[in-house]
């Protein structure tokens, strides 16, 4: 038998949080982002339940490949463009729209060999400083783009730094509407926390496409102001083991790498079949959430390469006592014998000093994948 340890993709959760995320951006087009083979839960698992979207946004040639391969035939974006010339070979074979950010990307085109013109989203850089024309540049750079035979149809896009802080999009919306005002085109330019906060009652921020990635993957994209409850959305992913060893501690019995955890009264931890190199995070230190046959506990002492311990105190104290094979969930929702509890994927992530994001593309190969419905 392998290592309990596993990670359950739920198809209804996807489907259910595509609904939102739809229902959200009312009028406009969404576009389903899964870059990072769909941060971590895999394209093909996916695919189904998004195929409600308009179009598929991703950063990889091959990722954009295993959907056409899946049978999509609608739109795929690339969002960072091409990055060699050859890339556009098969962007015109393949149909692929993508995003030109730079002036060597309209080079490549300019000498891109094709009887398929395409169609290309010109990314302004509205302040976030990491791709995209400057304001000043970007009707230059529109003008010239307009100018090549290989260009089809030219659309507008936009990236924002701070949809998910205090400082909202107000900012580069408005530098948006200046640097684009009277230009032909569809418009994308919110991602989910953008969608969600400003772009469902806000049809200048909607524009024609939105962008939505974490929030389809039950993660809330502007925690902790906002809980995954609170957005109304679903784990799309539980990282689910079992205890494999169970120890009883007296007072100044210590767990794990470094003696960091000291117990101060006697207690029962359990040993779970899960560590650092299955992608959970080693930062995590005693304290950190964690489901025990669907009752929430904490983590006890270091994480080590293959295993953490868990506080089994209080289950027992419940009269739930766990023992060897008892299901650990340690982030997502429980199994259906457990009751579906969920533990939020974004509160383990800020144990971690990071966002669910890092956590669901970290999980590392060996840990197997099945989808559920
Ligand atoms: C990743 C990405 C998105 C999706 O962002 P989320 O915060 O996951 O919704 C949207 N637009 C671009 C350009 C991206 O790179």
Known sequence: MPRPIHAVIHTQALRHNMDIMRTRAADAK????????????????VFDAFRAADGFALLDLQEAERVRALGWRGPIVLLEGVFE????????????????????????????????????????????????????SYRAAWSRLNALPQVEEISLMMHFSDADGAPGIAQQLAVFEAATEGLPGERSICNSAATLRFAASDAQARQDWVRAGIALYGSSPNYPSATVQDWNLLPTMSLRSAIIGVQHLQPGDTVGYGSRFVADSPMTIGVVACGYADGYPRICDTGTPVLVDGVRTRTIGRVSMDMLAVDLTAA??????????????????????HGFTVLPIDEVAAHAQTLGYELMCAVAPRVTMQTQD
């Not at 969404?30 to 698992?45: Q, T």
């Not at 027992?316 to 014998?337: C, I």
């Open 30 to 45: 969404l576009w389903a982002v899964v870059k990072a083979n769909a941060y971590g839960h895999g394209i093909e698992r």
């Open 85 to 136: 010339l050859r890339d556009l070979e098969l962007c015109s074979r393949l149909g692929i729209w993508h995003a030109v950010h730079c002036d060597a990307q309209i080079d490549m085109l300019a000498a891109h060999k094709t009887h398929v013109p395409h169609r290309v989203f010109l990314k302004l850089n509205g302040g976030m400083n990491r791709l995209g024309f400057k304001p000043q």
């Open 316 to 337: 027992k104290a419940q009269g739930k006592p766990a023992d060897f094979g008892s299901e650990v969930t340690l982030w997502g929702q429980a199994s259906a014998s």
